[in-house]
């Protein structure tokens, strides 16, 4: 069974520093998609960033990146010059691929940016 | 143009009672999905359909939970004989096909249970 663990529930960091948020998962599967979600309080999920396992080059979307280490299966995401839009519960996620698209949620980490 | 809407956006009642939550998803997707947020847990994936066909439902927790999609379009997730611990939001997303995991799937605002 295919799980994600986010081993920090909450995190604060002062406006415009860099915050890193961990993520691992578990999975015997070779090929497979990595999320990571951004739930503000409207509830909305909002996708931050995407990942292909077979993809060596880590993803990079404006201020958000991520530290895709395959071998350690360790997914964790660095938003750099947090603003205060940031602040958000933050969701990593793991999907295989080709099969029935079943995404498997970590437990959040809640993302606050102080300013 | 219009994204995921669910309906209620809130919904209280008591236990014991039926509950039914809409979701709208994105015109032309042919996937939808179904999630449960307990509060401070991640998400719970519940059921998804292909069309109208549910070829996963095995996230469902009881019986007492059933869902169906009509038309490619709306799906309705109904619980039945609520409660106390049906008390989440409830998640539907929607994404253009399924069985390719590059399309990513587009989330609603949720509906919000509480159950007395």
């Known amino acids: 069974a295919q799980t994600v663990t986010q081993s920090q529930p909450e995190m604060s960091v002062q406006e415009a520093e860099t915050v890193t948020l961990s993520c691992t998962y578990d999975t015997s599967e070779n090929n497979y998609y990595l999320f990571w979600y951004k739930q503000p309080p409207s509830r909305q999920m909002i996708l931050v960033i995407r990942?292909?396992?077979?993809?060596?080059q880590n993803a990079t979307e404006n201020r958000f990146s991520v530290n895709f280490q395959k071998a350690a299966k360790s997914f964790s995401l660095k938003i750099s010059d947090s603003q205060l839009g940031d602040t958000a519960m933050y969701f990593c996620?793991?999907?295989?691929?080709?099969?029935?698209?079943?995404?498997?949620f970590g437990k959040g980490t809640r993302l606050h940016i102080l300013p | 143009g219009a994204g995921v809407s669910q309906s209620p956006s809130n919904k209280v009642t008591e236990k014991g009672k039926d509950v039914e939550l809409r979701c709208d998803p994105i015109s032309g997707h042919t996937a939808l999905y179904w999630y449960r947020q307990r509060l401070g847990q991640g998400l719970e994936f519940l059921i998804y359909f292909q069309g109208n066909s549910a070829p996963d439902k095995s996230g469902l927790p009881s019986d007492r939970f059933s869902a169906e999609r009509t038309g490619e379009s709306v799906s309705t997730l109904t619980i039945q004989r609520t409660q106390q611990e049906d008390s989440a939001v409830y998640l539907c997303a929607s994404s253009l096909v399924s069985g390719y995991s590059n399309q990513p799937q587009h989330f609603g605002d949720g509906t919000r249970l509480s159950i007395l």
């Open positions: 996620a793991f999907m295989i691929s080709n099969r029935d698209d079943k995404i498997i």
């Open positions: 990942q292909e396992a077979y993809k060596q």
